[in-house]
C-alpha cells in the first residue's frame, strides 16, 4: 500500500465549476501538506502548504486537511482553463530534520472545459 | 530571476552508456534533491544533498551517483544507463527553516530533463 493516495483522473470540470481534488495517506506522522500544480512539460510549483488540521484560503484556491481521517482536499473556486494542469499532493512528518522526506501523490490530471 | 535550472532538457541514449545531468540554483538554498518521474509512480526521490558536502540516498538510488560540487550546483550520473531509467529527472532545492538547523522549507523544482535509454 502505498503511504499517499491520489486518484489519477483525469478530471474534466467545465469553466466556473468548483472542483474538489482529494489525497488520503496512511502514515500518522506527516504533519505538514502541501499542493503542487504541473503544467505539460514543466516542473512542480508550489502551490499551497499547510500544517496540522484545518483550513487555508489564498485566492480561489483553498486547502484543507483531516488528521483524524487522514485525509486532504484541495478546492479550487470559479476554475479557468488556466487551471488545467496536474495537481500533485505532498506531505512530511517534518520539517526538522532533513531525513524527513517529502512524500508525493502520484497526480490528479485537471481539465477544465471552456 | 532563473530558479532551478537543469540540463539538458531531452536526451537519449543507448544502454550502456553514461551521462551526467546538471542541476544548478540560484536562491542560495543549502538542500538539493533529486527525483524521477514516472507514470502512476508520483515523484520518488533519488539522492540528496542536505547541504555543500553532505549526500545521502533517497529511496531509488541504484544505478544512480550524485556530486554536490558546490551549493549552486548538484549532479546526477547515470554510469551505465539501462532502459528501466528512462524517465523525467527533476532536481529541487530549498532552504532551511530559520533556527532549525538541516530543516527544510516546501521544495522548488526545475522543468525536468526527459531521459530516454534504448
Known amino acids: 500500500q502505498k503511504e499517499v493516495e491520489q486518484d489519477p483522473g483525469p478530471l474534466s470540470v467545465p469553466e466556473g465549476a468548483i472542483v474538489s481534488l482529494n489525497c488520503t495517506y496512511s502514515?500518522?506522522?506527516?504533519?505538514?501538506f502541501m499542493w503542487y500544480r504541473q503544467y505539460s512539460r514543466k516542473g512542480p510549483e508550489l502551490l499551497m502548504y499547510?500544517?496540522?488540521?484545518g483550513n487555508k484560503e489564498d485566492g480561489r484556491f483553498t486547502a484543507q486537511v483531516d488528521k483524524s481521517s487522514k485525509y486532504i482536499s484541495l478546492f479550487i473556486r470559479d476554475s479557468q482553463p488556466s487551471d488545467s494542469a496536474t495537481y500533485l499532493c505532498?506531505?512530511?512528518?517534518?520539517?526538522?530534520?532533513?531525513?524527513?522526506?517529502?512524500?508525493f501523490g502520484s497526480g490528479t490530471r485537471l481539465s477544465i472545459r471552456p | 530571476n532563473a530558479g532551478v535550472t537543469q540540463t539538458p532538457k531531452f536526451q537519449v541514449l543507448k544502454t550502456g552508456q553514461s551521462m551526467t545531468l546538471q542541476c544548478a540554483q540560484d536562491?542560495?538554498?543549502?538542500?538539493m534533491y533529486w527525483y524521477r518521474q514516472d507514470p502512476g509512480m508520483g515523484l520518488r526521490l533519488i539522492y540528496y544533498?542536505?547541504?555543500?558536502?553532505?549526500?545521502d540516498k533517497g529511496e531509488v538510488p541504484n544505478g544512480y551517483n550524485v556530486s554536490r560540487l558546490n551549493k549552486r550546483e548538484f549532479s546526477l550520473r547515470l554510469e551505465s544507463a539501462a532502459p528501466s531509467q528512462t524517465s523525467v529527472y527533476f532536481c529541487?532545492?530549498?532552504?532551511?527553516?530559520?533556527?532549525?538547523?538541516?530543516?527544510?522549507?516546501?521544495?522548488?523544482f526545475g522543468d525536468g530533463t526527459r531521459l530516454s535509454i534504448l
Open positions: 502514515n500518522s506522522a506527516f504533519q505538514y
Open positions: 499547510t500544517y496540522s488540521s
Open positions: 536562491m542560495n538554498h543549502n538542500s
Open positions: 544533498s542536505a547541504s555543500e558536502g553532505t549526500t
Open positions: 529541487a532545492s530549498s532552504s532551511q527553516v530559520s533556527g532549525f538547523p538541516g530543516s527544510n522549507q516546501p521544495q522548488h
Open positions: 505532498a506531505m512530511s512528518a517534518a520539517w526538522y530534520s532533513s531525513a524527513s522526506k517529502i512524500i
